[in-house]
């Protein structure tokens, strides 16, 4: 704490006080102000000052000096001849004044305004035995409720300010704002947030954020510095609301540790859903923490039985996990205290109490309005010093109006015209505003606003100062606020219907002309004014952007319910955009419920999309919106996907845009191919299409096309290719279609890396994956099969079969299908290995069969994989019938597709059935063409099993340096598999020690050195 004239100022509360009076300064003016006292020794430079105060923003010098001006005002200060602050014009400024080092203060406390607080001792009490509590780590919950204006903020303030005095405390306050509800997911909490964030001194805010909470600290770039916001961004990619609510619990218990953290949440009863999430979260974790969390609401306004707030309330209560301080009205003897207390030493007549108490029926607001409209009309005045009543007390009461609203509204007709317009014009701003959001009218300048609100001040009118404030423009503008949220409301109730809309026109163009694109944190508030001025266009631009703001914050129900409401409002825009509006809304909420997974949600908003293109004689839209249908539908019910691109295809195809036509189609041939059957035909589609689309712009294939490429890229053995195309689509920041490319890109990266034998690396990122996953409250599904998948690989059909039924419960059906066929291929396998032929037959006879397995993502893959399996069955049951039968089916099928691996295997298994059949050529014909397909491509998880193969050829022919070279070969490929797993994988062992791999390995001629066994 420094202490320089009759100021003290105090860094950890960032106030600033002269005496006990606390003064108000605006945030960047008091850190300005801090910098320069603490370097009071030395000129500062302007550009110092901006590298301090400013470290992340680039801010105009400009603003610098209007905030000395600030500062110099508030300090009594003058610039020609300067006690505080001189100037070096130029260069800088100094603080002169001499600096004193003050013993740490007691009476600070973040925003508590000081204002007389009568009775409510019991309720206090009550509040003081709850921060005992919590300073013994038990974590407290408190609900102050009751009427407008009865005292909640009042009496929350007073404990603030007492408890600060007891123990050093950590206070952040947010508030619920009025309409934001639906819109502005966790506002109270951010801005609660924001104040902790704002402390300096040995701040643990950033660093609890940083560990703890990842998903909080990206909402606040300017935190993150560049080079690290990619990174963060990867690692919060498909966050979830759990892991929100679970981060912010976490670090604020964190934050707590030392000193106690008290979140005062005001004015529940206008709160955002997540936000009660937080509360309840907050409110039902076990561990001991230093937290209250102290809330205030009004009942009234919730009074309807499903009110989401009522319900968490009660269910508190119930298992006694909060406490509930209902304040009643004040009493006589309580406005007499109040009388006492303002009017020290007063001669008022003792009935004058009972009077104003029975007027305002205990209603704290009112019983003060009443008392200074008493002051006003010069009924209660100051004579020689001394505090009386001017008339006699039976003619007062006639004169108290009889209602809060009378009394404001009478105030206010007593106002000039000019205060009376700019208060209207206020009204509509809201209960805090800035006067330059005000400035809307030609005929107002700025400073006759600042000028007309000043004097309302002054006066106690209505209004008072909240300081100066930068807008997200970085403009500096005063900031005035209603006395009390019911003052705004007398004069807004008073405004007729055109003038309020029109106002709120006036206001949301106003902020409006703040956001520059990208900046948009003011969207939600702007919707309010563009949709209570009737500006429905405009309304549903910015309630787009509010949820994007939401899906920012992860809450993409808050978003959904965002898009919703616009959707209300589109019958009201205007007719020539109305269709377009309806068909981007329902984009919108298609890509937020493929977010939250909910498949059949997204199909349908995608479906309403396309229907509305149909319906308003949009085709393209209507193109478009059938070929998102392809994303949920691939994973519900790959036909309809299909059926959808293709019907987008034929309508493309008419509308003159070769674009849109070439992605449809690269997007229609690519679906058949990955979820229907490879076609060389679809291929040959693909491939021209992407080249028309490299040709017609710059900017070629878009990204979730491009992914679909690369996985054709890889069916095709091209793995490296395929790799380079999938690192495009790891995305860089959370945006709602950017996950589907994400997904796919994982998806292609893992199936990539498995068959280019690189198994540590893909184990690598299925475990940092399934971490991220479970971090997220997401199904890991992907990553699960891909393992399972890995397993088949490396032989180990137990943990593939285990890892495939922890899914299969819970996944949803359709999704259930790859798992299922990859547990039924694993269980097929370990009957086969137990001599169990006709088990495993059936798994196999399973996989085949469309009506036990539809189709689903490369089942195709899948079911020649089971063909495959059949062939080994019988060869091993020794039926070489069915064997042979099974085996030219596979290769037929193998053939009819581009893989590799298939092709490989295929000539493998025919190589092996002709040696069961004793056709030596038929066998080494086979085999050889199995080789070849080892020349062209590198498929090591397939290529040691032809070499083993024509191996065992060559050492029933009776070759043995042939057969020994090519077990050496196969031998080379199998430890490159296993050396590619980490030294103490314990799947490398596993791979090291299956019969199959044991007999290359194992089967050395005895005698060689271990170097040349390498
Ligand atoms: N106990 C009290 N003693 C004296 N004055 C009080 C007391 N409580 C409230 N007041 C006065 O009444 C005004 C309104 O109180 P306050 O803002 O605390 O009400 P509230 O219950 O928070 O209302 P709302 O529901 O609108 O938020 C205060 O500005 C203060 O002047
Ligand atoms: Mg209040």
Not at 474 to 480: D, K, L, M, R, W
Not at 922 to 927: Q, V
């Amino acid at each position: 704490m420094k202490e320089f004239d009759a100021f003290r100022l105090d860094p950890v509360n960032r106030c600033l006080w002269r005496g006990d009076e606390r003064v108000t300064l605006g945030p960047k003016a008091f850190d300005v102000l801090r910098y320069l006292v603490l370097h009071a020794d030395r000129l500062v430079t302007h550009q110092e000052i901006l590298e301090a105060v400013w470290p992340d923003t680039h801010v105009n010098p400009e603003v610098v000096k209007k905030y000395v001006l600030e500062i110099r005002k508030v300090l009594g200060d003058r610039s020609n001849r300067p006690t505080f602050i001189e100037t070096f014009p130029r260069r800088g400024y100094q603080f002169v004044a001499p600096v004193r080092e003050a013993s740490t203060d007691t009476s600070s406390i973040e925003a508590a305004r000081v204002v007389t607080m009568v009775g409510r001792d019991a309720s206090h009490a009550r509040l003081e035995r709850c921060l005992d509590l919590s300073l013994k780590s038990q974590r407290q919950i408190i609900f102050v409720t009751g009427e407008p204006g009865v005292g909640k903020t009042t009496l929350v303030d007073a404990f603030l300010r007492r408890a600060a005095a007891r123990a050093s405390l950590r206070i952040a306050r947010g508030q619920c704002v009025e309409g934001f509800g639906g819109k502005e997911s966790y506002y109270p909490i951010l801005e609660a947030l924001g104040q902790l964030l704002r402390d300096t001194e040995r701040n643990p805010v950033v660093p609890a954020l940083v560990r703890y909470a990842p998903t909080w600290l990206v909402q606040f770039p300017s935190l993150v510095k560049a080079d690290a916001r990619e990174a963060l961004h990867r690692e919060t990619i498909g966050t979830t609301r759990e892991r929100m609510v679970r981060e912010i619990c976490e670090a604020l218990e964190r934050i707590a540790v030392d000193d106690p953290v008290v979140l005062v949440l005001e004015d529940l009863h206008w709160v955002d859903v997540s936000t009660l999430d937080v509360v309840s979260a907050l409110a039902r974790r076990r561990a001991p923490a230093k937290i209250v969390l102290l809330c205030t609401y009004r009942p009234a306004d919730v009074v309807v039985a499903e009110n989401p707030l009522k319900v968490l309330k009660q269910d508190l209560l119930l298992h006694d996990l909060c406490v509930e301080i209902p304040l009643e009205h004040l009493r006589q003897s309580d406005v007499a205290d109040y009388l006492s207390t303002e009017f020290p030493g007063a001669d008022l007549p003792s009935g004058l109490a009972g009077l104003i108490h029975r007027h305002s029926g205990g209603n704290a607001l009112f019983m003060t309005a009443i008392v200074r409209d008493m002051v006003d009309k010069g009924v209660v005045a100051e004579d020689g010093g001394r505090w009386t009543l001017t008339r006699r007390l039976a003619n007062v009461a006639p004169e108290v109006p009889a209602s809060l609203r009378e009394m404001l509204d009478a105030q206010f007709t007593r106002l000039t015209a000019s205060e009376q317009r700019i208060l209207s014009h206020a009204s509509v701003a809201g209960d805090r505003f800035s006067v330059w959001a005000v400035t809307s009218e030609p005929d107002l300048t700025s400073d006759e606003i600042e000028n007309v609100c000043e004097r309302l001040g002054e006066r106690e009118q209505f209004l008072r100062s909240a300081g100066f404030h930068e807008l997200p423009s970085g403009t500096v503008s005063a900031h005035y606020e209603f006395r009390h949220a019911l003052y705004r409301e007398a004069v807004y109730r008073r405004l007729s219907d055109v003038a309020r809309s029109r106002l709120h026109r006036l206001v949301g163009g106003r902020l409006k002309a703040l956001c520059s694109p990208g900046r948009q944190e003011l969207a939600a508030e702007i919707a309010l004014h563009f949709e209570k001025g009737l500006a429905y266009d405009d309304a549903i631009t910015s309630l787009v952007l509010a949820a994007e703001n939401a899906a920012a914050r992860f809450a993409y129900r808050d978003s959904i319910q965002v898009l919703r409401h616009a959707l209300t409002l589109v019958p009201h825009a205007a007719v020539e955009h109305r269709a377009e509006l309806e068909a981007q809304l329902f984009e919108r909420i298609g890509d937020a419920q493929y977010w939250l997974g909910e498949m059949v949600e997204c199909a349908r908003a995608y479906e309403a999309e396309a229907a509305c293109g149909a319906r308003s004689g949009l085709p393209s839209v209507r193109v478009n919106a059938l070929s998102f249908l392809i994303r949920p539908f691939g994973l519900i019910d790959p036909d309809r996907g299909i059926a959808a691109v293709e019907e987008a295809v034929a309508l493309s195809a008419g509308l003159g845009d070769p674009r849109l036509h070439a992605r449809t189609e690269l997007l229609a041939a690519g679906s058949r191919l990955l979820y229907d059957t490879w076609r060389g035909d679809d291929w040959q589609t693909c491939e021209s299409a992407r080249r028309t689309l490299e040709a017609l712009s710059p900017a070629g294939v878009p990204d979730y096309h491009r992914m679909i490429y690369a996985h054709l890229q890889m069916l095709q053995g091209h793995y490296e290719e395929a790799l380079t195309s999938l690192e495009a689509g790891i995305p860089t920041a959370n945006e709602p279609t950017s996950l589907m490319v994400h997904m796919f890109a994982l998806s292609g990266t893992t199936v990539a890396l498995l068959h280019s034998g690189r198994f540590g690396e893909l184990l690598r990122i299925i475990r940092a994956g399934r971490e991220m996953a479970e971090k997220n409250g997401n199904d890991p599904w992907i990553f699960v099969f891909r393992e399972a998948w890995l397993r088949c690989v490396v032989l180990d059909f137990d943990g593939a079969r285990r890892l495939c039924e922890t899914v299969t419960d819970t996944a949803t059906t359709a999704l259930a299908r790859q798992p299922q066929t990859i547990a039924r291929l694993a269980r097929g396998y370990a009957e086969l290995e137990r001599g169990h032929y006709d088990e495993a037959s059936r798994y196999f006879d399973e996989i085949l069969d469309p009506a036990v397995t539809p189709k689903f993502f490369l089942h195709w893959y899948w079911r020649m994989s089971a063909q495959l399996g059949l062939s080994n069955v019988w060869l091993a049951a020794g039926s070489l019938g069915r064997a042979r039968r099974e085996a030219d089916r596979f290769l037929a099928s193998a053939l009819s597709t581009a893989e590799p691996n298939l092709h490989a295997l295929g000539w493998d298994v025919q190589a092996r059935v002709s040696m069961a059949e004793k056709d030596w050529r038929g066998a080494e014909a086979n085999i050889e063409r199995g080789l070849a397909v080892l020349e062209r491509f590198h498929i090591p998880t397939v290529a040691w099993r032809v070499h083993a193969t024509r191996s065992e050829l060559y050492r029933r022919e009776k070759n043995h340096d042939a057969k020994e070279a090519q077990r050496v070969q196969a031998e080379r490929v199998v430890v490159t598999l296993a050396g590619s797993f980490e030294s103490d994988e314990p799947l490398r062992r596993s791979f090291l020690s299956a019969d199959p791999v044991r007999r290359i390995v194992g089967s050395r001629p005895p005698g060689r050195s271990a170097r040349e066994r390498r």
